[in-house]
């Protein structure tokens, strides 16, 4: 396969999961190197303006198909389908206590070849749970799946099908790493969603009704007082003073939890964490002096 006349040094496609690895035909081209094909984009791609290559990645993400080959606007003729990859990450997710079935949990995926990526996989019933595919890869690629999103959940169990010495779960890091092997290499992540209470106070030389919201929640706090104690996910949360006026000089919260509330703002971030009553997050916001004007106030409803 190449052009009429002179021909040039053939140049190999090779494949960025497995740079050893070459298609079974070349292509003949003038001052071109070696061509790289990236698993993650199908579609036509151009080289140095001499090659054009249009691919498809089969749905079993392991093996490639070169559509056509286009060097210096000659059409050349399409490969047969050849092997990528032989092994596939599988990673499945279970909906454990409290979680909603269908929620989109994040993974972040690294590989020992350099090919780093993300996936959503959504929440289901179990033992099994649902699944995305992930990969391919060759054999022997170490593989990092570590869950990032989204907050409120604890991991309570990550499985390894099959599993290797080699093999290592993290289960306060969301995250498991393996060796592949030939075929499918499943992980499976149990989560459940973990509450907590959070209670918000006003402070300062101030008077009235100040109105807060956290969860899409409007949450009404006199002056020198404090809220009830609310039940959210535990884990990171903002909260946001909507009073009109209202002009925060600082915040602190018990027990010693992360917290930021930049003055002069008027959105607060802080931390709270699972467990109950007992254990529950005390916001105190102090704001200087200022009569509040609320309006359109939905007092909180326990």
């Known amino acids: 396969m190449g052009l009429s006349g002179a021909q040039p040094p053939a140049t190999d496609i090779a494949i960025l999961a497995d740079p050893t690895k070459t298609l079974d035909k070349s292509i003949m081209a003038i001052d071109v190197a070696p061509i790289v094909i990236d698993l993650t984009q199908e579609g036509s791609h151009n080289y140095n303006g001499v090659v054009s290559i249009r691919m498809e990645i089969l749905s079993s993400r392991t093996q490639i198909e070169i559509r056509e080959i286009v060097v210096d606007g000659t059409s050349n003729c399409a490969t047969e389908a050849t092997d990528i990859a032989p092994s596939v990450l599988k990673i499945c997710k279970v ?3 409290g979680v909603t079935p269908k929620t989109g949990f994040t993974f972040a995926t690294s590989t020992s070849i350099g090919i780093d990526g993300s996936v ?3 929440a289901g019933p179990g033992p ?12 022997g690629t170490v593989v990092t799946a570590k869950e990032t999103s989204p907050g409120g959940y604890a991991v309570t169990d990550i499985s390894i099908a099959m599993p290797k010495d080699s093999d290592q779960v993290d289960l306060p890091g969301k995250t498991a790493s393996i060796v592949t092997v030939a075929g499918v290499n499943e992980i499976t992540y149990v989560n459940e969603l973990r509450t907590g209470f959070i209670e918000i ?32 996910s535990s884990g990171m949360h903002t909260v946001v003073e909507t009073t009109t006026g209202a002009n925060i000089m600082s915040c602190e919260a018990y027990p010693n939890v992360a917290v930021a509330c930049p003055p002069g703002g008027n959105s607060i971030t802080v931390e709270v964490r699972p467990g109950d009553i007992a254990s529950q997050t005390i916001l105190t916001v102090t704001n200087a002096p200022t009569v509040a004007t609320p309006s359109n106030a939905k007092p909180h409803k326990k």
Do not use: H, N, R
Request: charged share 15%; with cysteine.
């Open 128 to 139: 099994g749970g649902y699944c995305a595919i992930v990969g391919g890869f060759p054999i």
């Open 120 to 122: 959503t996989v959504p």
């Open 95 to 97: 909906a454990g206590p």
């Open 201 to 232: 106070c006003k402070k300062g030389d101030v008077s009235g009704d100040f109105i807060f919201e956290i969860d899409d929640v409007q949450v009404t706090v006199p002056a020198q007082a404090c809220s009830p104690a609310l039940q959210v």
